[in-house]
């Protein structure tokens, strides 16, 4: 399994399932960033109430080789963060009261932040592995259910667009059914915010049991989604409590990650994508109204 990095974004993302001694060097390091990337392996250790061993321990989990690697990558970050301003809004709850001004602009950093994040942490090598895979398959099928279905259906109409045979599914017996009758030379991309939707997993699992090459979209690194794929693109997500859950917070960011898989499947069949675009540009020009 093959799966992409990040920072603070990542920690975030996967505080909830670590052990309680590296969830509390997690918390502190998202408490203050800055701090974190200003402080010795040693002070860390003791203001988390764990041990040097512990933090680098830490450190590994998330792809560093040690505590001086994850400084060097916190002050990056923290360092891109302040010059764009990404903190105003960031990790505000809206509440019912809120002015509409208010909550937009919480929407905004909020979002803005989850694309910067993504970007941050996108694996360019993971995103030219899917879209070989893709250029290369005889047939591609997205699964996803809810608000990441309305994702996979959103893919597979850009893929359409310039020759790319692709399908997408939500409900669980056609994902099932479809899944039977990939094969080796197929691509099977499962699309899940925590990774732990059942119904995209059994998608997936169907289609492996076939060899397809499995690609899993999530926010969840070590989730049973990316766990069971070959390929794993990750994206940021966090919950605003009030109004907008985790699903609907991470659309931006899948949308970002695949639009990205798109692009380099674009690139790599430059000549037959700008064709087939035209002509589908063409077919539906007598659909639209002329200006007045």
């Known amino acids: 399994m093959l799966v992409a990095g990040g920072v603070l974004g990542r920690i975030q993302t996967e505080l909830p399932g670590l052990p309680e001694a590296l969830r509390r060097v997690g918390e502190l390091i998202l408490a203050d960033p800055g701090e974190a990337a200003r402080s010795t392996i040693i002070t860390l250790a003791e203001r988390s109430g764990s041990s040097p061993a512990t933090v680098t321990r830490f450190c590994r989990v998330f792809g560093f080789a040690g505590y ?15 010059q764009a301003n990404w903190g105003r809004g960031v990790g505000r709850d809206i509440g019912p009261t809120d002015p509409l001004d208010t909550a937009i602009e919480t929407m905004a ?34 699964f ?6 309305a994702v996979a259906g959103m893919l ?25 009758l990939l094969a080796a030379q197929d691509v099977a991309i499962g ?19 076939h060899g397809a090459t499995l690609v899993a979209v999530t926010s969840f690194a070590r989730s049973p ?26 659309v931006h960011s ?19 994508s700008r064709d087939a675009y035209e002509l589908t540009i063409n077919a539906v020009e007598s659909h639209r109204v002329e200006r007045g």
């Open 225 to 250: 989604l990316a766990e069971l794929s070959d390929l794993v693109l990750t994206t940021a997500g966090r919950d605003i409590k009030t109004f907008r859950p985790g699903g609907l917070a991470a």
């Open 109 to 142: 950093a909020s979002d803005s932040r989850l694309i910067q994040e993504t970007a941050a942490q996108l694996d360019t090598d993971m995103v030219a592995k899917v879209a070989e895979a893709i250029v290369a398959a005889r047939r591609v099928v997205l």
């Open 191 to 209: 699309i899940s915010h925590r990774g732990r939707t059942r119904e995209v997993l059994e998608a997936l699992a169907e289609a492996g049991a």
């Open 144 to 149: 996803g259910v809810s608000i990441s279905g």
């Open 254 to 272: 899948q949308l970002f990650v695949l639009d990205a898989v798109y692009v380099a499947v674009a690139q790599r069949t430059y000549e037959r």
């Open 156 to 180: 597979e109409a850009r893929l359409r667009r310039i020759s790319i045979p692709c399908w997408s599914h939500t409900d669980a017996h056609e994902a099932l059914a479809d899944a039977s």
């Open 68 to 82: 001086a690697e994850l400084r060097v990558s916190l002050a990056t970050e923290t360092g891109r963060a302040a």
